[in-house]
């Protein structure tokens, strides 16, 4: 029996990009996990009030779907800017009596641009993403390619998918332009296979790891604070 790829995923999936970091105001790349921890990296005001506006817009999508109230969870990058995004939607559902929880998963972290490129101008993005449209299995010196992410944004797919399961659930997942970009990437792939009920998610996803798809990323880019539903 044939079956559209999107039978491949137990549950319903929004991703968010964090809200406007003090980094994103520097002009700053902060992508090594010990720097993007720090306090001092977290959210502007403006991030805040991004984060805020997501979880408004999240909670009416929820509202419209008809998902049980109980069946919220977020998982977020541990970076304090994502950490903090994940609070504020919190926040917003909780005021409307909804208690979910929040798991921080190291997988989601940002990708790491190399200690050269680290509290560097962020204008370099745009030479590391020409680096990634010639060969996206090749990264910046020192740091994660394109393929290394997938690698461990499907770790963490295949970890949620198996944490929470159930058509009736949804899940947020709080990260950075990169990774969300990269985690789309190879999501879009494994679903637009049509699959049979034998096929496995793991091993369309692992499909993806290949330039020809991967080198597409960037078409998935999103804006700080923008909240997607994956469809």
Do not use: C
């Not at 306090?39 to 991030?47: C, D």
Request: net charge negative; glycine share 6%; proline share 4%.
């Amino acid at each position: 029996m044939s079956l559209p790829g999107q039978s491949l995923l137990k549950n319903h999936y929004w991703f968010l990009r964090h809200g406007r970091s003090i980094p994103n105001e520097s002009g700053l790349i902060v992508s090594s996990l010990s720097n993007g921890l720090s306090p001092g990296y977290g959210l502007a005001a403006s991030g805040v009030i991004q984060a805020t506006s997501a979880g408004e817009l999240f909670l009416k999508n929820i509202q419209d779907s008809g998902i049980p109230a109980e069946n919220i969870k977020l998982y977020s990058s541990p970076f304090s800017r994502t950490s903090q995004t994940a609070e504020a939607v919190t926040a917003v559902l909780m005021q409307h009596k909804l208690h979910p929880t929040i798991e921080f998963l190291e997988d989601l972290r940002e990708r790491f641009f190399g200690s050269p490129l680290e509290l560097q101008s962020h204008d370099h993005y745009s030479e590391i993403w020409k680096i990634d449209a010639r060969d996206p299995l090749v990264g910046p010196e020192g740091g994660e390619s394109v393929a290394d992410v997938a690698m461990r944004v499907i770790r963490a797919l295949l970890r949620i998918e198996q944490e929470v399961q159930g058509y009736e659930h949804a899940v947020i997942v709080v990260s950075h332009g990169d990774t969300l970009q990269i985690l789309q990437t190879v999501i879009a792939h494994a679903l637009s296979w049509v699959v049979t009920e034998n096929d496995s998610l793991l091993s369309h996803l692992e499909d993806a790891i290949n330039p020809a798809v991967l080198q597409r990323h960037r078409s998935f880019a999103m804006v700080t604070g923008e909240l997607r539903r994956l469809t």
